[in-house]
């Protein structure tokens, strides 16, 4: 990790926290919240959907207003870089710009437009980092319509993963390869660059989703790690048949199958409430969907987290067993769609974002930053295995997030964009 500790950046770091914002941020943010606007306040903005990339387009445009120079990847990453004294591998913050069905404004775009804030305190206090600094908004983080989640970020650590991306289909049977050659056409003035280029750090500001902080009281989080989770696709294939006609007795029931299945598996996870392990049966999908035909398929997707690893490898082989040992009439398959192990972020970068929030923190009069475990994922879980990775969190009211209703205090938000702009001023050296 380049850190730089002499007086000179530290001053620097302090002034670009300084010249952070509020009112712009407010903006910012609304105006990125404009595109897949509904009307319950949240946002709908699904990865690579036309709002999406009109989205990108604005963001491109808003990048280039302050000077930066833009870049996309393969996988439709784009980079916006504020040159540097020296052409080092850049500093690297940001976040993604895509939303889940029905989204908040916040998840994700937070830490898009925070490190534009930071670029545009940068240059208003005239500050020249030694190292350029890139913002990034990753394609396809959530994975709700392409799964798995963070396809942008981990082909970029990983390009040999993109071919295999490339063939997943939607719901609507679009591949994630055709939506991102559309998104790539749609911007045919931006250049393209390598993915996994060389990054000096990545600091990825976020919500924290969840009620750690605003439980504490505490307006910012550093963030130590991320649990690990695990994604499948449950298939029940059985007999669509007459609801009025068919005997129970000879049904193959995939819905009656499954639901049973869903049981089995709540009851299980309910023995380790106390360890935390955490699981969630979220789409089904089920045909033919009529009231008076049995379901002949069904599929769900199971998704559990634990911050134990091993704990949740278990609950993965428990479930493994129950579907490989189901003795009802349908035919059950279980395919496995993501699994990634807890992430831990290096010392070096937690201390150094620990003063970049005591320092924001400070200066508001606010208490001194917490350290938790993430129970989300984010990017930062993969650029974590590419360079010096760690995270900042601001609170979420209620914890709730994936909704419509996600909400921070402007002031929490703003904090933690100072504290962003210490943190890669220091990484970048002024
Ligand atoms: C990210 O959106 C997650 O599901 O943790
Ligand atoms: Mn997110
Ligand atoms: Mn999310």
Excluded at 85 to 101: E, F, I, M, W
């Amino acid at each position: 990790m380049s850190e730089h500790s002499n007086e000179s950046t530290i001053a620097a770091a302090n002034v670009a926290l300084a010249h952070v914002h509020s009112e712009r941020l407010r903006e910012a943010l609304a105006a990125l919240a404009h595109f897949g606007a509904r009307a319950d306040g949240g946002v709908a903005r699904q990865t690579l959907t036309e709002v999406d990339l009109q989205a990108r387009r604005f963001l491109i445009d808003r990048a280039r207003a302050l000077g930066c120079t833009v870049e996309a990847d393969a996988c439709a990453n784009l980079f916006f870089r504020r040159a540097g004294r020296t052409n080092q591998p850049p500093v690297l913050t940001g976040s993604h710009a895509d939303t889940q069905p029905v989204g908040g404004k916040l998840d994700g775009a937070y830490g898009v437009m925070a490190g534009l804030e930071v670029i545009q305190a940068l240059n208003d206090a005239g500050i020249q980092t030694e190292r350029p600094i890139e913002v990034v908004a990753w394609t396809n983080e959530e994975g709700s319509r392409f799964g798995p989640g963070c396809m942008g970020s981990s082909a970029f650590v990983e390009p040999a993963k993109l071919d295999a991306y490339r063939q997943v289909l939607d719901g609507e049977k679009t591949s994630f390869g055709t939506a991102l050659d559309r998104a790539l056409q749609a911007i045919p003035d931006v250049p393209r660059c390598a993915l996994q280029r060389p990054m000096a750090a990545y600091v990825e500001l976020h919500i924290e989703q969840g009620p750690v902080l605003e439980r504490a009281g505490v307006p910012l989080g550093v963030v130590t790690g991320i649990q690990s989770v695990r994604w499948f696709r449950v298939k029940v294939t059985g007999v669509a048949a007459h609801a009025g006609t068919t005997p129970m007795d000879v049904r193959a029931d995939a819905m009656a199958e499954s639901i049973a299945l869903a049981h089995r598996l709540m009851a299980e996870a309910r023995h380790y409430e106390d360890r935390q392990l955490r699981l969630t049966l979220g789409r089904w999908v089920v045909a033919p969907n009529s009231i008076n035909t049995i379901a002949g398929d069904v599929e769900f997707t199971v998704d559990m987290r634990c911050v134990d690893g091993e704990l949740l490898a278990r609950f993965a082989a428990t479930l493994q067993e129950m579907v490989a040992s189901h003795a009802g009439r349908s035919r059950m398959v279980l395919e496995p769609v993501f699994e990634r192990a807890p992430t831990h972020f290096p010392s070096a970068m937690t201390a150094l974002l620990e003063q970049a929030c005591a320092s924001a923190s400070a200066r508001a009069g606010q208490p001194a930053p917490l350290q938790l475990t993430s129970g989300a994922f984010h990017d930062a879980m993969y650029l974590a295995g590419h360079c010096p990775s760690a995270m900042i969190f601001v609170p979420s009211k209620q914890g709730i997030s994936h909704n419509a209703a996600e909400e921070t205090d402007h002031a929490d938000l703003v904090l933690g964009v100072q504290a962003l702009a210490h943190a890669v001023t220091r990484l970048a050296g002024a």
